[in-house]
């Protein structure tokens, strides 16, 4: 890939993020738990679990992608051989580069970021521009594209597996859940927790935007709204019951991260902020 790649090398602040929802099961024990247990973060093709597309198997889409991409490197590699899927936060967002994935995300040391591909756009799309550390001409590309601002992330593939310990420079969790068992399993990772100022959405904002997925799911996170208001842990609570199709919640997910994000989503990383110098509920709801 390196000998397709071009353009200036990536900036030594930008970081990879890994973007997930904290609050679902891996294996049917809680996502955190696992992580604690297994001390490293997995790629689909070893835990079965996505907040994307479900087809990491032998013949599925994501095999077939990686093998196009990689150039059959891994067609027969072992799941846990195979490379983890984040994202590069260029724009330093707060929120993580890939918010599409999850509410929370792991942000990775920077030697990650010399061991990783990158594609633009998503692998899913077939994508025909690739980069790596010493050559990255996606930023400009994904900055010109005029794509949903779920979908304009640069996919990053880290080669080499994610050890908590030796690659995590933090746990980043959105601010609903602060005093849960989300924050309880965190606190046990051997790596810090910082926080970001949360997603929130009234349901008449939620309404408001009703042609953006869909009337059916917009009426759905009204049904699983807390005291009004959908949150990640509103669609996690809903998640666990087994009422609600996945994907139906995952639609909400996508509303809500469209139109419910934080303030300094969009904007440049502060430490300060990130790491809890905001306090919950320091931003206003969407309304």
């Known amino acids: 890939m390196a000998g397709g790649s071009s353009g200036p090398a990536v900036d030594p602040e930008a970081r990879i993020t ?11 024990v809680p996502i955190l738990v696992a992580l604690v247990r297994d001390g490293a ?16 198997r032998p013949g599925g ?14 067609d027969e590699a072992a799941a846990h051989e195979r490379p983890v899927y984040g994202a590069l936060n260029f724009r330093r967002q707060v929120v993580g580069a890939a918010p599409r994935f999850g509410s929370s995300h792991f942000r990775l040391r920077a030697g990650a970021v010399a061991r990783a591909t990158f594609c633009y756009p998503d692998s899913a799309a077939e994508p025909a521009d690739f980069g790596v550390a010493a050559g990255m001409s996606l930023i400009v590309l994904a900055e010109a594209d005029e794509q949903d601002a779920l979908n304009d992330y640069i996919e990053a593939h880290v080669h080499g597996g994610v050890d908590l310990a030796r690659d995590v420079e933090a746990l980043v969790l959105d601010a609903c859940y602060r005093g849960t068992p989300v924050e309880a399993a965190a606190r046990r990772l051997p790596c810090p927790v910082e926080w970001h100022p949360g997603y929130r ?3 008449a904002g939620l309404r408001r ?17 807390r005291d009004g208001l959908v949150d990640p842990r509103a669609i996690g609570d809903a998640a666990r019951t087994g009422r609600y199709e996945l994907q139906d919640l995952k639609m909400v997910w996508h509303t809500l991260a469209r139109f419910g994000a934080p303030e300094g989503a969009g904007t ?3 430490a300060a902020g990130a790491s809890g110098g905001q306090t919950p509920g320091a931003s206003t709801p969407s309304a």
């Open 18 to 28: 890994l973007n997930f929802h904290p609050d679902r099961p891996a294996g049917g």
């Open 41 to 56: 973060y997995h790629s689909q093709f070893v835990t079965g679990t996505s907040n994307g597309g479900l087809t990491a």
């Open 61 to 74: 889409d994501r095999w077939h992608w990686e093998s196009r991409i990689f150039g059959g490197a891994y």
């Open 201 to 203: 959405l009234t349901v």
């Open 209 to 225: 935007h009703a042609d953006y997925r869909g009337p059916e799911y917009v009426e759905l996170g009204a049904r699983i709204a």
């Open 268 to 270: 440049a990383y502060s």
